[in-house]
Each structure stands twice: as structure tokens, then as C-alpha cells.
């Protein structure tokens, strides 16, 4: 009956059985028509548990179990207008609870029944009357395993994020530019819809190092990064390219259009000085730009793409610099 540690992944035994006069960092959730049996409950939890909340009725439950992020629910399985299992399924069908540890009370041992609630989601039950101790162990017991699957999944998530992500600026990377662009323009050439590609490159970004210190470099680039990002749109993908170059690929955008957008960045990073954080000056930057149309041969190779942005990024350099070509 229960689980056991295996189950867990390793959660120490001693800090499952550990009845010192510790509180645990716990946001707990009692749902019980019995007002009696959740004052028990409470008296027992308040003692080992940050935050026990009672509730009696099981709609506001819900809504409230929903709204604001419990460690724990324990819930009864009787109500006079519900049940405890359709009160457990409706908590697992809601993505703010979906993964929420809960603990169903009954009030006699009913094998069928506990049989279900574990069927419709629940991770453990308790029978009534209630032992304290066995009450103390049950909660410890979901409450390390949600924090240990927090973490997991916490941890999960940042990898995803790290693999993807540029760290310094925190758009995404050179990988995951490479990984997706042959998908968005299959999808153009597929739909027959335009797609335009630009190439952005810092003019003489080794100076603002060389005369400021690579730190205001990289507070510059942050903000490059940001005035880009503030005048594209959200179906735009944004990619840092290389350490002071950046594309963006433009979905449902001919190069007219596409052009209209590079010159609207070009001028306002022109326009407005760069304030470089702790240097109490500020610094004009601006930046050369490359655009290519999307053709459908590219499907073939999608660096031919990227190589006509880049040929005409290298003309905008050579024709003065601040300027976008196409
Ligand atoms: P231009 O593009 O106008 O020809 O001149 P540039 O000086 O910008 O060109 P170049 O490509 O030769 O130099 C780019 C510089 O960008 C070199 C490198 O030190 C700097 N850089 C690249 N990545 C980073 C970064 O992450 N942080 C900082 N601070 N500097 C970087
Ligand atoms: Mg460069
Ligand atoms: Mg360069
Ligand atoms: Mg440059």
C-alpha cells in the first residue's frame, strides 16, 4: 500500500520519517464537508506545515486549489453534492493542478473505492479515524515529492532553455536558428507564401571594445538586441548569428516590406546614443543590414538563403556602412 522510496527516486528515508519540531515550507489544501474532522486535520498539520487551508466546500475548492499553487490537496471522498473522485479527476484535468500530489480521506476502508481514486489521479489515501503519525508520513511523504519534481522539471526546463537560447542577450542561438530555418521556409515555399531573411552587423563594434572595455560591449549588444526585438514581430524569429551579428527571419514579408523594417531599425539604433553603464558617456552606434528574398530553389540548400543576405550585407560595408541593402 502507498509507495515506497524506490518510487520517489531516492528521497531519503530519514527525511520522509522526520518528526523533529521542523516546519515545513508547505502550502497544503483541505477540502471536508466534516468540519470536526478538518479541524483534526488542521490541529495535526498546523504543527509540521507553513499553510494549511480549510475549505468545506468542494466548488470553492476547486476554484481556489486552481487558482493558488498548493504542495497538497487532501480531500475527503465524501460530499453531499459531489464525491472526493470526481472532486480529484476535475483537479487533474486543470493544468494548474494536473501534477498537484493528493491525498484522499475515507471514511471506512472501501478496497473499491480507493481502488478508483487512485485510478482518477489520487497519490495516496488515509483512512479514517486518522492516525496522526501515518497523517504526518502520508503529507511528508507527497510533499518531498512534489518539491523533487519541481526541481526536476525545473531543471528540464532550464536545459531546453540553455541549449536555445543565447545567454548574453537571451534571444535564441546560432543552433536553434540553423535548426529551424529549413522548416520556416519549407512551410513558405509549401503555403506559397514570401519570406525574407536579414542579416544585421555592428559597424566597427571592435572600437566600442577597444575604447570601452568588453563589458560596455556586451551591455551594447543587449541593447541592439532589444531595439531589434522591440520592432519586429512576435512571428519574426530573432537569432543572435554571430558574436556582434544577428538575423531575423520574416514570414509573409516580401523584401519591400522587409526593407521598410531594416530601415526602421537602422535608424532608430542610428538616432538614439547608447548609454554605456558605469562609463558615464554615451556612444553613437549604428549597424549595416543584408536582405535576401526567400527563392524557392532554397529548399535545396537554405544556406543559399543566408549567403545572398550576407553578399549584400558585405556591400552595405563597403558602401559606407549604416545602410541597408538588398
Ligand atoms: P565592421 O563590422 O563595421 O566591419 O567592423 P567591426 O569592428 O564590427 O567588425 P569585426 O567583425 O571585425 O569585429 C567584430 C568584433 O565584435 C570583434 C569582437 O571582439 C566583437 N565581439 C564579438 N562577440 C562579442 C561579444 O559577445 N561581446 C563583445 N563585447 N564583443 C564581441
Ligand atoms: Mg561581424
Ligand atoms: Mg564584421
Ligand atoms: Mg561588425
Keep these: 500500500r502507498g509507495e515506497t522510496n524506490a518510487e520517489i527516486g531516492g528521497v531519503a528515508e530519514s527525511s520522509i520519517m522526520d518528526y523533529s519540531n521542523q516546519i515545513f515550507d508547505a502550502n497544503i489544501l483541505v477540502v471536508d464537508e466534516d468540519t470536526f474532522q478538518a479541524e483534526q486535520i488542521h490541529n495535526v498539520l498546523k504543527q509540521r506545515f507553513r499553510s494549511i487551508k480549510i475549505l468545506h466546500d468542494p466548488k470553492e475548492a476547486l476554484k481556489v486549489g486552481i487558482k493558488d499553487n498548493y504542495d497538497l490537496i487532501i480531500s475527503d471522498m465524501q460530499f453531499s453534492k459531489t464525491d472526493g473522485l470526481r472532486l480529484c ?127 560596455a560591449g556586451d551591455e551594447l549588444l543587449k541593447e541592439i538586441q532589444k531595439r531589434i526585438s522591440e520592432n519586429i514581430r512576435v512571428t519574426d524569429l530573432l537569432a543572435r548569428f554571430g558574436g556582434e551579428e544577428f538575423v531575423v527571419v520574416m514570414p509573409d514579408t516580401n523584401v519591400s516590406d522587409a526593407y521598410t523594417i531594416a530601415e526602421r531599425i537602422r535608424k532608430i539604433i542610428a538616432k538614439e546614443p547608447f548609454i554605456l553603464v558605469g562609463k558615464n558617456t554615451t556612444h553613437n552606434v549604428t549597424v549595416s543590414i543584408g536582405i535576401s528574398a526567400m527563392q524557392r530553389s532554397d529548399l535545396d540548400d537554405v544556406k543559399k538563403f543566408i549567403v545572398r543576405a550576407d553578399k549584400y550585407l558585405y556591400k552595405a560595408k563597403n558602401s559606407g556602412r549604416n545602410r541597408v541593402v538588398t
Design 89 to 215: 479527476s476535475k483537479f487533474r484535468s486543470k493544468v494548474e493542478t494536473r501534477y498537484t500530489p493528493i491525498l484522499i480521506l475515507s471514511e471506512d476502508y472501501d478496497k473499491s473505492n480507493l481502488v478508483k481514486a487512485l485510478d482518477v489521479g489520487a497519490n495516496d489515501y488515509l483512512t479514517v479515524p486518522l492516525d496522526e503519525s501515518e497523517l504526518i508520513a502520508r503529507v511528508n511523504l507527497q510533499v518531498k515529492r512534489k518539491r523533487y519534481q519541481d526541481a526536476l522539471r525545473m531543471n528540464l526546463f532550464n536545459n531546453v532553455e540553455m541549449s536555445i537560447k543565447d545567454p548574453l542577450t537571451n534571444c535564441y542561438n546560432r543552433r536553434y536558428f540553423d535548426a529551424h530555418l529549413r522548416n520556416i521556409v519549407k512551410d513558405s515555399v509549401e503555403k506559397d507564401r514570401s519570406l525574407s531573411l536579414m542579416i544585421l552587423d555592428i559597424d566597427y563594434f571592435k572600437m566600442v571594445n577597444d575604447n570601452f572595455g568588453h563589458n
